[in-house]
């Protein structure tokens, strides 16, 4: 027995021990403390990752971070005689996991790219370290919570796309303070009107859409006319006029503000955009007549005003490559809404100033030379012979019978309801209305 003891312990010697010569020396597992971190902050983020169903993690072994698949390494920007991890690209790996505050390690990160993925949770507060970071897309995942506020402190930050996540709340003022080049971050949950320091961003592209802003569209849009290209705010919730100053950006190639709530006429001042290329102005609640300056711009293509209550469109715009315009009140257009329709939508006409929105007013005109007891009075009978006047164009309209009379001149610019400044007021359109029908 004790001879069986003492071969089984021999044998487990030769089977697991290690010469002393493989045991006294270990070469360094890495070129330097960079590289280190960047194995600790993968390691980390590795044990983070429930599902990889392409095996993109399988490779993240051992300490030559450089060899994984989807991490980049690069000179240090400080010392170009040391490699250091530049750049992680996992875009469309559809790999299920969180991001751990180990990340915070790599502080030489320009580029993280993780869109089409899976990942869930917030952003790490770590993230703060990235000093040096140009581009974060983690477009098309799972993130949610608040905006992440920690991404107001990079100041290297040009290329910003969180879109296609679950973040709610508020959209910061800051944000638009920050020196970017591309924001996308439509297709959210956020509930914040724009702010005015909107103007202050110089990006060239802005894609705001699908979220809940439920607020006006800032004139102050107009100060990025030095380097906004394109801006995309359909489907938002945008209430109110389409101002004046947008006509200011004279660099804007791409306009969507469709699948909103917007009001009134489109501005002359957009005939003015000579850049423009694309304008969709579709599904809102637009009216007057089309400006044909718009029509006559000599890039546009395509132009997409379906869904409004258009009473007038210009000849040029009908020579356009791509244009819609359905469901309107255009007289002699085909697929237009009804004339009942367009009647009880020009029985009440728009006020702009009823929105809240701070849009530049004209100053109001002088009083009429009388006393002020006779102009108040003036004024409430205008107003009270244009009610009547309406109501007397919506029976003829209902019973068909020939219109009478067009009505004397509007009352001077003071009067509440809004003039188009496009050569057609609400009442001209609802006459056209009735017209169109005899």
Partial sequence: MENKQLLWGI???????????QT??????????????????????????????????SSWCGPDVCKYTGVYCAPAPDDPHTKTVAG?????????GSLPEELGLLTDLALFHLNSNRFCGTLPTTFGNLRLLHELDISNNRFSGQFPSILLCLPSLK???????????????????????ALFINDNKFQSSLPENIGNSPVSVIVLANNNLNGCLP???????????????????????????????????????????????????????????ELNVAHNELSGEIPASICALPKLENFTYSYNYFCGEPPVCL???????????????????????????????????????????????P??????????????????????LRLHHLLLLLH??????????????????????NGTNPRQCLIMIVHDQH
């Fill in 11 to 21: 044998l487990c010697i030769v089977l697991f021990s290690k010469p002393s010569h």
């Fill in 24 to 57: 006294s020396y270990s070469p360094p597992p890495f070129s330097n403390p960079r590289l280190q971190k960047a194995y600790t902050a993968l390691q980390a983020w590795k044990h983070r990752i429930t599902s990889d169903p392409n095996n993109f993690t």
């Fill in 88 to 96: 992680i690209d996992l875009n469309h790996a559809d790999i299920t």
């Fill in 159 to 181: 290329f910003l796309d969180i879109r296609f996540n679950e973040f709610h709340g508020d959209i910061p003022s800051r944000l638009f303070d920050m020196n970017l080049d």
């Fill in 219 to 277: 004139s102050t849009l107009s100060n990025m006319r030095n380097t906004l290209n394109e801006i995309i705010i359909k489907n938002s919730g945008l209430r109110g006029c389409v101002p004046s100053e947008i006509g200011l950006l004279n660099r804007v190639t791409v306009f969507d503000v469709s699948f909103n709530m917007l009001v009134g006429p489109l501005p002359e001042s957009i005939g003015k955009m000579e850049s423009l290329e």
């Fill in 319 to 365: 020579k356009l490559p791509e244009k819609d315009d359905r469901k309107n009140c255009i007289p002699k257009r085909p697929l237009q809404r009804s004339p009942k329709e367009c009647a009880s939508f020009y029985a009440h006409p728009v006020d702009c100033g009823a929105f809240g929105c701070s849009t530049k007013s004209p100053p109001p005109p």
């Fill in 367 to 388: 009083p009429p030379p009388s006393s002020s007891s006779s102009s108040l009075l003036l004024l409430r009978l205008h107003h009270h012979l244009l009610l009547l």
């Fill in 400 to 421: 068909h019978l020939p219109p009478p009379p067009p009505p004397p001149p509007p009352p001077p610019r003071h009067h509440r309801h809004h003039n188009s400044g």
